[in-house]
């Protein structure tokens, strides 16, 4: 039995255990291509016009698998993984959109609920309901298979946490690469680093972010990301906070945000966020307003399904640029 | 203390409330352009458009004096549990000294919930405070009960505009009121007001009722939402919103063990499109087109602010539900970028497929 996965939104987040899940269960796994016109411009007829470019690819994917020979897509349905927190309503209504906007999908969908305490979502799929009763699978290897995915999922967040983008400590996780091949992004010649804040669907999906981790690595800047740091890193950041936002990853953004501020080794921040994001619009403002305080730059770069390269190739330039002279100022002590 | 509070819907009530604790009431005016000028210079430029209009009429209300503000947090997952964090950095940052009382829901914080309740209390007896809460929620059910016969008759007013002009007087009797014999003479007043516009007979088979459904403030706030009651109204349509303010106070400060209120119903029926609450009222939204439908309403207008996330997701499903259940459904996004004319065209446009429909039916 093949079970498609959708490569966009946690793809790059979960996609090991996801995988790893399935497979130990004896079926067979079908990702889509990364992102490509093609598959934007399918989700794009397919949702309606306002919705943010996420959305639209994710939905494009369905769409590809659909044409694809597999049995069940695999859409979860993300409703907390902290508690007394939520996921964006987008991510939490997801499976609903799909359903009632493509045509007899229902059947083909795989809709578990996920609701736990941590981000390691092990826990919720250790209920044999949670696939209502689409998938048949026994309890023992269902234990096997949830402890085996953990595990991988786990490693892959440490090596995560050294420095390696999702894609490259997914690799390095599975054996495919080995360490040495792989640079962390944290550890360029040039000595400069950025925060980069963003989700994992917008930062690591090339067409979306137009490859900006490649194009700052080509810079030969360092970069820094939300999941390289650890969890206590992110929870001191929130501690502090009367009220934090109640989106799990928009709040570890705005705490990676905090933490990049003060963190002596980051020379700036770039927000990458998607036209229309409800949850950026909030924190892109809060960190915007606190840049003056930490006296580090701060730029954010809004992306849609209209790409147009050159002014983000320009506009990243610029900013590293200014970094650099900065530092060398701050240097020669002017 | 100089206190004020987001302008949303019969601000009369909150106004009244505040008033009988002793405290110096400042009203935001209503939302105008300048309040939307304001709101949209001073916000994030993809924040929701509740928080821009909000954001605007508290500058409005700082200017007039206000001190403290009152509002409702949220816990999510839509975004206006977060508005005040935001508010309030911006306001800041802007050089407003300016304190906020913020509620969040009392099941979550007591201790701070009843913090709040101290600060406004202040020397007032718990019998006052009691006794105070409940004159305004019979005063907000009254009004409730007059607006709704208002949404009706204003569709089959011979003189046109006259129903508005009686509501807003009733709303300025039902401020002068402020004990439980002024608040009888107020709604006595108020019926009889509304008896006496001279209405045309319409064949109870020709009547056209329309139903809003949405995100609460869009739906609530007339002056942001172009008075779309007014509008349907003056086309000869009856209304009925999803949202009035003493459903909402039922629903919110009922125990979920004990409630049992006419939302929950609502819930109920939407049940079937959105298995779990996402936040906002995007639930609701589709369990209401459910419910209009099931009351034979002859159409639904869909209000959300441009980008709401929960709304977001019922807009996907409502063209499903239009083609399951039948019922026509118009979604306006409504954000600072007002073009009146061409929501204008859109609901007339609307109102003529019903009545096409209609007559189709009948003959």
Not at chain 2, 177 to 194: H, I, R
């Given at each position: 039995m093949k079970i498609g996965i959708p490569q966009s939104l946690l793809y790059e987040y979960y996609y090991l255990f996801w995988k790893t899940y399935f497979e130990e269960l004896g079926f067979e796994v079908v990702t889509t291509p990364p992102t490509t016109?093609?598959?934007?411009?399918?989700?794009?007829?397919?949702?309606?016009?306002?919705?943010?470019?996420?959305?639209?690819?994710?939905?494009?994917?369905v769409a590809t698998l659909l044409e694809e020979d597999?049995?069940?897509?695999?859409?979860?349905?993300?409703?907390?993984?902290?508690?007394?927190?939520?996921?964006?309503?987008?991510?939490?209504?997801?499976?609903?959109?799909?359903?009632?906007?493509?045509?007899?999908?229902?059947?083909k969908l795989l809709m578990p609920s996920i609701s736990t305490k941590s981000d390691n979502i092990a826990e919720a799929f250790k209920d044999p309901k949670l696939f209502q009763g689409k998938l048949n699978i026994g309890m023992k290897d269902n234990k096997r298979a949830v402890e085996k995915a953990e595990k991988i999922w786990l490693d892959f967040r440490t090596n995560s946490k050294k420095g390696y983008s999702c894609k490259e400590a997914a690799e390095i996780t599975v054996g495919n690469v080995g360490k040495e091949e792989c640079v962390p992004l944290n550890k360029e010649e040039v000595n400069l680093t950025i925060g980069l804040i963003g989700y994992v669907y917008n930062v690591y999906d090339a067409f979306i972010s137009m490859d900006i981790v490649n194009k700052l690595r080509n810079m030969g800047v360092s970069i820094k990301t939300f999941e390289m740091l650890e969890d206590d890193e992110i929870n001191k950041e929130l501690k502090d906070m009367s009220k934090?936002?109640?989106?799990?990853?928009?709040?570890?953004?705005?705490?990676?945000?905090?933490?990049f501020y003060k963190n002596e080794e980051v020379d700036g921040l770039i927000h990458v966020t998607a036209f229309g994001c409800g949850p950026d619009s909030m924190l892109g403002k809060l960190l915007e307003l606190d840049s003056p305080l930490y006296n580090k730059p701060f730029m954010t770069v809004r992306i849609d399904e209209h790409s147009g390269e050159n002014h983000l190739q320009t506009r990243i330039e610029a900013f590293v640029d200014m970094l650099k002279r900065k530092k060398i100022n701050v240097q020669r002590g002017a | 203390m100089k206190v004020s509070f987001p302008y949303m819907g019969t601000t009369v009530v909150y106004k009244k409330l505040l008033e009988l604790l002793g405290h110096e009431v400042i009203v935001p005016p209503k939302p105008s352009q300048r309040t939307i000028n304001l709101g949209v210079k001073?916000?994030?430029?993809?924040?929701?458009?509740?928080l821009k209009v909000i954001m605007g009429s508290y500058i409005e209300a700082i200017e007039k004096g206000a001190e403290v503000i009152i509002t409702s947090g949220g816990h999510g997952p839509c975004r206006a549990g977060f508005y005040e964090k935001v508010h309030s950095k911006i306001l800041q940052a802007e050089n407003h000294d300016v304190e906020f009382i913020v509620f969040d829901s009392m099941f979550r914080n007591f201790k701070g919930f009843f913090r709040n309740i101290y600060r406004i209390k202040q020397n007032n007896s718990w019998y006052k405070v009691s006794q105070s809460l409940l004159f305004v929620y019979n005063m907000i059910k009254k009004l409730d009960i007059l607006e709704k016969e208002v949404e009706t008759i204003r569709a089959y007013e011979i003189r046109k505009g006259e129903t508005t002009r009686a509501w807003e007087k009733i709303q300025d009797l039902f401020d002068k009121?402020?004990?439980?014999?002024?608040?009888?003479?107020?709604?006595?007043?108020?019926?009889?007001?509304?008896r006496e516009i001279k209405q045309e007979k319409v064949h109870d088979s020709n009547k056209i009722r329309i139903g809003i459904v949405g995100e609460i403030y869009v739906v609530m706030e007339a002056s942001i939402n172009m008075k779309i009651e007014e509008i349907l109204g003056s086309l000869g349509a009856?209304?009925?919103?999803?949202?009035?303010?003493?459903?909402?106070?039922?629903y919110n400060v009922?125990?979920?063990?004990?409630?049992r209120t006419h939302e929950m119903e609502i819930l109920k029926k939407g049940e079937k499109y959105i298995p779990i609450p996402?936040?906002?009222?995007?639930?609701?939204?589709?369990?209401?087109?459910v419910d209009f439908n099931e009351r034979g309403f002859d159409g639904v207008i869909h209000l959300m602010p441009f980008a709401c996330l929960p709304e977001l997701v019922s807009q996907s499903i409502i063209p499903k539900i239009t083609e399951e259940l039948g019922i026509p459904v118009l979604t306006l996004a409504i954000d600072e970028q007002a073009g009146t004319a061409n929501s204008l065209t859109r609901i007339e446009a609307f109102l003529d497929l019903i009545q096409g429909k209609k007559s189709k039916k009948i003959s």
């Open positions: 016109k093609g598959i934007i411009d399918k989700g794009v007829k397919l949702s309606v016009p306002e919705i943010c470019v996420p959305i639209k690819v994710y939905i494009g994917h597999v049995d069940y897509i695999f859409v979860p349905r993300f409703v907390s993984i902290k508690k007394g927190q939520f996921f964006c309503p987008k991510f939490m209504g997801l499976p609903d959109m799909l359903r009632y906007s493509i045509e007899g999908i229902e059947e934090t936002l109640f989106w799990t990853f928009s709040d570890k953004l705005l705490a990676a945000g905090y933490h | 001073y916000s994030p430029e993809f924040a929701c458009f509740p009121a402020s004990t439980k014999k002024e608040l009888e003479g107020a709604f006595n007043k108020g019926t009889q007001l509304l009856e209304v009925e919103r999803s949202q009035y303010l003493s459903q909402w106070i039922n009922t125990p979920k063990f004990i409630n996402i936040g906002g009222h995007a639930k609701q939204t589709v369990g209401h087109i």
